[in-house]
T-cell receptor, first 110, second 122 residues
């Protein structure tokens, strides 16, 4: 599976959009981009995933660049409860084993 | 949504004893379950993948004789840490995914994580 690079930490003001970048320059054509998050001392939670097209669900939007070498997770209106570590994972096996990197620690501030 | 539970949520044991951690999918059938461990301020590390009715597949560097995994039913997997030592103290997290046909009540394309079990070995 391709390696991902994320900034170690980010801050966001409550109510504003949080844009979390992920670099995956070695991604293969059949690899998916997944995003999970982990709130302190809890199990991770699935957010969204995509292959080529941008995706949106009730939690977030995923924007994948045309060359697929990077992506951005967007939380449209961040709340304090969105404070967590966000992991971007690239995998060919949908729903299969996940190799977690270090993630981005997002702090949403009032 | 699909819910995964773990029991116990925390456990303290003495060095040399064995500890069993249960992972259950409460409202769906999980053909595949995964076990991770997480040390403080570190990311999750995948330990093994287990499919119902077959032997678990362990990641490189994980001792299969020390971390015994059993996946006897579609809703239950157990992890037994044998002869635990202080360095085994960690946060153990399981996850599960639904079946391929989509009729199990959960998606095949995402993993549902349990709340984790904190193990402290004294």
């Amino acid at each position: 599976d391709a390696k991902t690079t994320q900034p170690p930490s980010m801050d966001c003001a409550e109510g504003r959009a949080a844009n979390l970048p992920c670099n995956h320059s070695t991604i293969s054509g059949n690899e998916y981009v997944y995003w999970y998050r982990q709130i302190h001392s809890q199990g991770p939670q699935y957010i969204i995933h995509g292959l080529k097209n941008n995706e949106t669900n009730e939690m977030a939007s995923l924007i994948i660049t045309e060359d697929r070498k990077s992506s951005t997770l967007i939380l449209p209106h961040a709340t304090l409860r969105d404070t967590a570590v966000y992991y971007c994972i690239v995998t060919v096996d949908q729903g299969g084993k996940l190799i977690f990197g270090q993630g981005t620690e997002l702090s949403v501030k009032p | 949504g699909a819910v995964v539970s773990q029991h116990p949520s925390w456990v303290i044991c003495k060095s040399g004893t064995s500890v069993k951690i249960e992972c259950r999918s409460l409202d769906f059938q999980a053909t595949t379950m995964f076990w991770y461990r997480q040390f403080p301020k570190q990311s999750l590390m995948l330990m093994a993948t287990s499919n119902e009715g077959s032997k678990a597949t362990y990641e490189q560097g994980v001792e299969k004789d020390k971390f015994l995994i059993n996946h006897a039913s579609l809703t239950l997997s157990t992890l037994t840490v044998t002869s635990a030592h202080p360095e085994d103290s960690s946060f153990y997290i399981c996850s599960a995914r639904g079946g391929w046909t989509g009729t199990s009540g959960a998606s095949f394309y995402e993993q549902y994580f349990g709340p984790g079990t904190r193990l402290t070995v004294t």
